[in-house]
């Protein structure tokens, strides 16, 4: 249970049900029971108004048996939270809000700083101690309780420790205070406990934002055990918390050190130095595949792996047969002679050579190291203004359509027939690679795109790339794989324009790639897409097993409780 998704906190979950429902420890028929306890909670309450500490509390409503969520154990009562508290109110902003705020002082208590397991005092503010003087109703006190009322924090709630000295909370904090303090420790569980927290979903109000009434709060139904057993019970939560804390922290070390050994295994794929060093390394891994990708993540690291022993000539034989790359060159430089001469493009000027210090590896036999400059056509796009935009037309394709390997229509623009006419030299064609030159290397992946024919007509807009290839040379869906792979994407080194990381056409035509023969070009895409297939059947495989693990989990704390 604890290795399914988010099994730990279903165990947390789970401990927290049994302990208020009275089903984590037996009762002990010696203890005091509840109704006891409940009289010195009333004449404690009674002796601090009578001596002025706190006001009258208002009768509350007899809790009727069709309101009670489920049978408490013998010598246990069901109670009205405000019937064991002294104070239960929120706090206030002082005026000016955070413009009062002072580098030292007083600590202002935010809900950013309530936590079910504690205060967390990193980010807290502070205000004056006049400031504090003025707001004596939302002092908090050592061992208060306080609990998160409004926003996206609704719910959590803190015990303050017992050497806690001053603070004051906001009003998005509620102070609750037990008439007595040996009360907060199993009231604390309580309010953390689904019991309260799915009441606090079912009743809270706001449009905006989510809010729970103080009035609310006070009427919510409070299981409660003897004394004695409050404690036995507390003390039992915290050891199984603890345990939980320890599981929690070794599927974290364990899912660390999963990833370093897949990381470095895979590593010995792409080290190889020879096939027959790659089968060798292989066949050491695969004798552990069922242990090493038994995760998405690991998947992910093996499809990229794929990728880098299909750019770096490893993943298929070669073939003595097929015409060597250094002829494609030729090919390539010729139509691109024939093309200045038709003056259907630019004479280019000539790039670097490629010096060793380039090359990351040595390539294999009919592979040649080329500037991708030298490969395809590097266009930005024009930069369109935007009041030229029209409501139909032909389309235009901006860093909003890029996505990850097609392009995405859902945000269109246009621009009118006959504007297009006049940058025609901005059309792209099927099969065209376009690349986003904004934010190009994002958590999200890689953008780019190969138009296709429902994607036409359409014309490129400015911080959008189009490579396109000269000739039939060099395969678009190869290029693709290098774009994919870290050879690109560990390479590029993002710029920034107006705090936005960028890349130029410049920089991307200036890196390198190894370029194979035609055939094997084809070969290499055939064979990675058979393994794409089966990456993403195995993920598919892996996410219905942890579905019906999360699944299992779910239905042994439902059947439990």
Known sequence: MATAPSGVARLRELILTLAVQGKLLPQDPADEPASELLKKVRAEKDRLIAEGKIKRDKPLAEISEEEQPFEVPQGWEWVRLNALLQKIGAGSTPLGGREVYTPSGVKFLRSQNVYDDGLRLQSVAFIKPATHAKMAGTVVLPNDLLFNITGASIGRCAVVPSDFDEANVSQHVTIVRPVMPKLNAFLHKVLVSR???????????????????????????????????????????????????????????????????VS????????????????????????????????????????????????????????????????????????????????????DKPLAPITDDEKPFELPAGWVWVRIGDLVEMLNGYAFKSEWFKAVGTRLLRNVNIGHGQADWSETAFIDEASAREFEQFTLKEGDVVLSLDRPIISTGLKYAVIGKSDLPCLLLQRVARLAPYTTAISASFLVLWLQSDLFVGTIDPGRSNGVPHISTKQVAGLVLGLPPLAEQSRIVARVEALRRLCADLRQRLAAGQTTQALLAGALVENVV
Request: proline fraction near 5%.
């Open 195 to 261: 019991h309260v927290q799915q009441a606090v979903m079912d009743v809270q109000v706001g449009v905006s934002r989510e809010g729970l009434s103080i009035a609310k709060l006070g009427n919510f139904l409070i299981p409660l055990p003897p004394l004695a057993e409050q404690s036995r019970i507390v003390t039992r939560v915290e050891e199984l918390m603890r345990l939980c804390d320890a599981l929690e922290a070794k599927g974290q070390l364990e899912a660390a050190q999963h990833a370093q050994l």
């Open 264 to 347: 470095t295994l895979l590593a010995t794929l792409t080290d190889s130095a020879t096939p027959e060093a790659l089968t060798e390394n292989w066949q050491r891994l695969a004798i552990h595949f069922d242990t090493l990708f038994d995760r998405p993540e690991a998947v992910d690291a093996l499809e990229q792996t794929i990728l880098q022993l299909a750019v770096r000539g490893q993943l298929v034989p070669q073939d003595p047969a097929d015409e060597p790359a250094s002829e494609l060159l030729k090919h390539i430089r010729s139509e691109k002679d024939r093309l200045i001469a038709a003056g259907q493009i630019k004479r």
